[in-house]
Structure formats: structure tokens, C-alpha cells
């Protein structure tokens, strides 16, 4: 592969990654843990964050903190789980057998 070919190839590759990233947003993951929801986009964006009445009105400031932790950390590693694949399914495309060195 010569240089032209090398950089038309990365041209691709970061046109990919953009729309990619782009697409991301467009994909919404749900979390609920112990009285809360987090609704957080694949591009690890939140997009809404609901707490529970009965976790609200509790009173225990360290149950509400816990609860949004706990969700939070659930909705990320979806979300990454999400944008994992799609890097590894775009990069396949772009250059086969890259996904075998991804995982």
C-alpha cells in the first residue's frame, strides 16, 4: 500500500469515526438501580435521571448518593459496552481481522 492509499484509508477512518460518534447519540441506554433510573445516550450523554418517591423522601442522603453511583456506573458500562462494538464493527469494515486485535 502506497502513502495515497494509506491516507485516503485514514481519510475513511475518521469520517467513520465521526459518524460513528454521531450515531452514538442517537442510541439511548437505561440503568435502574435501588430507586433510581438513569437514561444516558451511547456517547455517555445522560439524558434524564429519575429517583424514586420512596428513595426521595427518605431522607437518607447517603442511600441517594449510593443509588445514583450504582446507576450511573451500570448506564456507563453500557453505553461503553455500545460504543465498544460499534468501533470494533466499524473497524472491521475498514481493515478485516481488527476486531480479533480489539478484544
Not at 26 to 41: E, K, L
Not at 51 to 60: H, K, P, Q, V, W
Not at 75 to 92: Q, V
Request: charged share 30%; net charge negative.
Amino acid at each position: 500500500m502506497d502513502f495515497t492509499q494509506m491516507f485516503s484509508k485514514l481519510g475513511e477512518m475518521k469520517e467513520k469515526v465521526e459518524q460513528s460518534r454521531a450515531n452514538l447519540e442517537n442510541i439511548q441506554v437505561r440503568a435502574a438501580m435501588q430507586g433510581v433510573t438513569i437514561i444516558m445516550t451511547a456517547g455517555k450523554n445522560i439524558v434524564d435521571i429519575e429517583i424514586s418517591d420512596e428513595l426521595f423522601n427518605s431522607g437518607d442522603k447517603d442511600a441517594v448518593i449510593d443509588a445514583l453511583m450504582a446507576a450511573l456506573k451500570q448506564a456507563n458500562e453500557k453505553a461503553s459496552d455500545i460504543a465498544e462494538k460499534d468501533m470494533r464493527d466499524m473497524g472491521e469494515g475498514l481493515l478485516p481481522g481488527l476486531s480479533d486485535l480489539l478484544r
